[in-house]
């Protein structure tokens, strides 16, 4: 009798030990999310580029191919709704922070960073058993309660402002700003000396992944690099790989680059594109030192995407080496369209301070210079598009974005020309990870996201997103749209556009180039009155900007 009363002792504790182990091991998914800074809309090989992107290619054949994919027209904001599935001024960033006025202050949605109104994702998917880890640029908060490890990532390393040197030299973008590390809270007192930001947070977020290895849970990954933003730095013999590449101008890759987005059928074979700026000189009116100056420039940032398509590679490698590829959600995608603004455009910019770098030739894209890409080589990124970055035209807010589901996906390899819009990722990531999103989170009342999941749409089992997907507003800066499928109402001040709202047909005219809002004025009312039902849902406030130093 004793034995049989051990035995079943031994089989309940056996019993016991094999549930527990069973418990431990979560097969939900892992998610890693990859942004881009400031990447065009055609710059990588699989939307038309010439610029060596394998990883990034080979990542758009396993997957699905989203074109007609729109992000924010700048940086933080973008983020915001990203980790918020929120409209930027519900998640905070109604303004980025560093263009904060008086007039806003005491409205949350004006905060400068994610405010508390509503849950982050990396907090959601911490308190539904993920690990969280978070490299590279955070945008959403600098103070001890807004930085990224207080919002819900558990190991973090982070440039918590917009941008700055890719060196270890820390220069910012402007005067007034500061180059912030922080590590779990922590100010990060030095870099090593051979630091390069692209490589340092593929390394550091390797660390984070190496460091949980088979526990059991998943992770969510967030791989924030701040390549391409200027100022464009990279190592000089990715630099020297484009040599000559691109000295036949801008004028020449922009039609290369149309082209290519024709061949792809990505755009229609009659598409028209947004003429040249008159701000910016036709290549062969430029002297010979201008045409040299510019084309390294434009040689640098093709290095920066080069390099960071071999740094993603490396993480696919580990994950494939540790087998939890196939177990892997990948969005990559980028923040908003090319960077044509020049340094002018940064608050608090000085001539001085500009001229305290060697932007000698030999110079430009290593430690201590301070290049840009401008408007002649954005406009080319961005083709056939309307402007770049800043702006609310589709230059500023059609962003290039690719998909793999866990697994082998029955679309993979496709092109999606359906509007999806990055207020549904958020619901999306958590829609696959099993999450829930209620009205509370750690014991204070949040507000129900705006986005829905898309997983349906990205797993091929329908043609479109969710019913109400491609109706969207937008206001940044003063700057307006409203989608409505595929017409958009757009209002933008002089001396970027007409100052009154205009209205496009973005199938036929993708380049924003044929107003037609004399010949529906019906449809232009009825679209103001959606896009005045936006603003008073989501607390627009009516404030005036001077852009003037946003394009010279």
């Known amino acids: 009798m004793d034995r049989i009363v051990s035995a079943l002792l031994g089989l309940i504790i056996l019993s016991s030990v094999w549930l527990g182990l069973a418990e431990a091991q979560d097969s939900r998914p892992n998610i890693l999310l990859i942004v881009a800074d400031d990447l065009g809309y055609s710059d990588i090989g699989s939307f038309g580029g010439e610029i060596a992107t394998p990883t990034l290619d080979h990542l758009a054949n396993e997957g699905l191919q989203l074109t007609n994919f729109h992000v924010l027209p700048s940086c933080s904001p973008t983020r915001s709704v990203l980790l918020s599935g929120m409209d930027n001024h519900r998640a905070g960033l109604g303004t980025m922070g560093e263009l904060k006025t008086p007039e806003m202050e005491d409205h949350p949605g004006y905060a400068g960073y994610l405010n508390f109104e509503v849950a982050a994702l990396p907090e959601v998917l911490k308190a539904g058993g993920y690990h969280t880890y978070m490299a590279g640029k955070w945008h959403l908060g600098d103070d001890k309660e807004t930085t990224p490890h207080a919002r819900g990532f558990e190991e973090t390393f982070a440039l918590l402002p917009g941008g700055g040197s890719h060196w270890n030299d820390r220069k910012p973008v402007s005067p007034p700003e500061t180059m912030i590390y922080n590590r779990n809270g922590k100010v990060v007192q030095s870099l090593p000396d051979d630091f390069y930001s692209t490589r340092y947070y593929t390394d550091v977020l390797l660390e984070f992944l190496e ?26 013999n990715y630099i020297e790989k484009y040599k000559g590449a691109y000295d036949l101008g801008w004028d020449e890759l922009r039609q290369q680059r149309l082209q290519a987005l024709k061949g792809l059928g990505i755009i229609q074979a009659d598409a028209r594109p947004f003429p040249r700026l008159p701000s910016v000189p036709a290549w062969s009116e430029m002297s010979t030192h201008e045409r040299d100056e510019a084309a390294r420039d434009m040689e640098v940032y093709a290095a920066m995407v080069d390099y960071m398509d071999e740094q993603i590679l490396r993480i696919f490698d580990y994950l494939k080496e540790t087998g939890e590829y196939d177990n892997t959600m990948i969005l990559f995608l980028s923040d908003n369209g090319a960077n044509g603004a020049l340094p002018t455009a940064y608050p608090g910019q000085t001539e001085e301070y500009l001229s305290s770098f060697d932007n000698s030739l030999d110079n430009r894209g290593l430690i201590n210079s301070y290049i840009e890409m401008g408007p002649g080589w954005a406009q080319a990124s961005m083709s056939p598009s309307r402007m770049f970055k800043a702006f609310t035209s589709e230059g500023g807010i059609k962003a290039p974005m690719i998909v793999k589901l866990p697994g082998t996906m029955s679309n993979a390899g496709a092109m999606s020309n359906a509007f999806v819009h990055v207020r549904d990722i958020m619901p999306t990531i958590l829609d696959i990870a099993d999450v829930s999103h209620t009205g509370e989170f750690d014991g204070r009342s949040v507000r129900p996201m705006q986005g829905q999941s898309v997983l349906d749409f990205l797993a091929g089992e329908t043609d479109t997103a969710y019913s109400g997907a491609n109706q969207v507003g937008y206001e940044l800066f003063g700057l307006k749209a409203f989608f409505v499928g595929d017409w958009k109402i757009l209002r933008m001040p002089r001396p970027f556009a007409s100052g009154e709202w205009e209205l496009y047909d973005l199938k036929k005219d993708p380049g924003e180039t ?17 896009w005045e039902r936006y603003k008073k849902d989501n607390a627009v406030l009516d404030i005036s900007y001077d852009l003037s130093g946003a394009v010279k």
Do not use: W
């Open 514 to 530: 044929n107003d037609l809002s004399s010949e529906y004025p019906e449809k232009v009312q009825e679209m103001i009155a959606l």
């Open 211 to 236: 460091g949980n290895r088979g526990d059991g849970k998943p992770f969510f990954a967030y791989l924030s690099y701040t390549a391409p933003h200027d100022p464009l730095h990279a190592p000089r």
